[in-house]
């Protein structure tokens, strides 16, 4: 009998070492599905740290690194840390799950989903991007400790996000201020826009107040100053009234005696921004962010070529640039205009420039994509958008121009997906191809406006 009870005990470990690799066999090819699920861009990094030693606040701010793919972002936090955690799907573990997270930054209610771990454990969280389409575009991020003290000092304001005066495409007449919202912010956000430094000079000028129900402003008021601008932002309850302290004064310039020698006007495309969630604010879509040369953006989102022609004595002429970049008509055209209308104002805009010592270079009209334009704006465009853009791309570029429009490939007439998400806006890749289109048709564009205004100068003035 000692014999059988030998052999059943080797077949049971043979069974059980063929379970576990069979096993082990499932968890591989798993992970192997996992790896190769489509989702090729790298989960966030550079998430926020904390140790039992040097703790966060019960109201912390988390931030992780930028993806300009990422529309939004989908955050998950845990109680424990999981044993088993697939980085491409939700964990039923997670005790709170957000997604409705439009920067790469996050002020959790903790009080409100895990007051019982706060100051006595640590929590754990993860953060993955997300497409439009609510699909995942990167894996979760690795797991992160969140440790938590009541001797920390939570947020007592907003936190300015814009990084104005920082190199290219920086300096904007119209400025969008964005900060870190808070959670506990029911009634929206003041803003207030001072010349000089409020925390420092009780003489700062207020210049306006404006309201927000988000933490982010389009300015509707050109800004500029021979003086340094500030502004600042406070959140309010759901009656108006102040709930926290102002942020720290946000610095920007946008000075007339400056100089500057070359100006931007246009609508959005120029103005900034794109991929849905991203605003002028956003630098990396900003075409002048690419360019090799200064350059101020006077441009304003959602002109017309109608609007982009009534502001231009007011916006333009103040800087009195020597030379300005025209890209203007694209929301006219796909709206139904008569190209003959954009092309008239665009005329007048260059007669404006000639009037004023101010050498005018027109930039074509890049393509669009209607389909598109629909399923993000909920838009229709006019069915003859094509032959309206190719009608006034035509004649501009019987002037002093730059053809941005034919750097893109457009196979079937259509800006590819891959260029702009929303089929209006060229994304990060868009953007940068515009710049360097621009900068690398300048020197010989410089040239041949400066030798169109010779022309016009000496026969005005014989």
Not at 106 to 123: D, E, I, S, T, V
Not at 177 to 200: F, M, Q, R
Not at 397 to 409: G, K
Request: glycine share 6%; hydrophobic share 40%.
């Amino acid at each position: 009998m000692k014999w059988l009870r030998n052999m059943i005990k080797r077949k049971v470990i043979w069974l059980a070492l063929t379970m576990l690799a069979v096993s082990l066999g499932c968890f591989m090819l798993l992970v192997q599905h996992e790896a190769h699920s489509g989702l090729l861009l790298s989960p966030p990094h550079e998430l926020t740290v904390s140790t039992r030693e040097q703790p966060l606040s019960y109201s912390p701010m988390l931030s992780w690194s930028k993806d300009t793919e990422a529309v939004y972002y989908e955050i998950e936090f845990f109680a424990d840390k999981p044993v088993l955690l697939s980085a491409t799907s939700d964990s039923e573990a997670a005790i709170f799950r957000s997604y409705a997270i439009f920067q790469n930054h996050y002020n959790p209610p903790l009080q409100q989903f895990a007051a019982q771990y706060l100051g006595q454990a640590p929590l754990y969280w993860r953060v993955r991007a997300v497409d439009f389409n609510g699909n995942p575009c990167t894996p979760f991020s690795e797991l992160s400790e969140l440790w938590t003290s009541p001797e920390v000092e939570p947020l007592q304001a907003p936190v300015p996000l814009t990084d104005y005066n920082s190199g290219n495409g920086s300096v904007l007449l119209y400025p969008v201020y964005h900060w870190l919202p808070l959670s506990k912010v029911t009634g929206g956000y003041e803003i207030e826009i001072y010349e000089g430094n409020p925390a420092v000079s009780p003489e700062a000028k207020l210049v306006d107040t404006l309201y927000s129900d988000v933490a982010e402003l389009y300015d509707p008021n050109p800004r500029y100053s021979d003086h340094d601008l500030y502004w600042r932002v406070r959140g309010l309850d759901q009656e108006g009234e102040a709930l926290t302290q102002w942020s720290q004064p946000s610095r920007f310039r946008t000075a007339p005696a400056d100089d500057w020698q070359v100006a931007v006007l246009g609508d959005s495309i120029s103005h900034g921004g794109g991929h849905y969630s991203y605003g002028p604010e956003d630098f990396e879509f900003s075409w002048l962010r690419s360019l090799g040369f200064a350059a101020i953006n006077l441009s304003e989102s959602g002109d017309t070529v109608q609007m982009t022609l009534n502001r231009f004595d007011r916006d333009v002429l103040p800087f009195h640039p020597q030379y300005l970049l025209i890209m203007t008509g694209t929301n006219s055209l796909r709206a139904g205009e008569d190209p003959d209308v954009v092309i008239s104002c665009l005329q007048e805009m260059q007669r404006r420039c000639r009037a004023n010592g101010i050498r005018p270079i027109l930039l074509t009209l890049p393509a669009i994509n209607p389909d598109n334009i629909e399923r993000v704006f909920r838009e229709e465009t006019a069915e003859d958008w094509y032959d309206r853009f190719a009608c006034v791309n035509a004649f501009i570029r019987t002037q002093v121009h730059i053809d941005v429009a034919a750097a893109f490939e457009c196979p079937d007439r259509v800006l590819p997906t891959v260029y702009a998400l929303d089929g209006l806006h060229p994304d990060v890749m868009g953007k940068r191809l515009m710049g360097r289109t621009v900068s690398a048709a300048w020197p010989k564009v410089k040239a041949q406006a400066d030798r169109e205004w010779e022309k016009h100068h000496v026969r005005e003035n014989p």
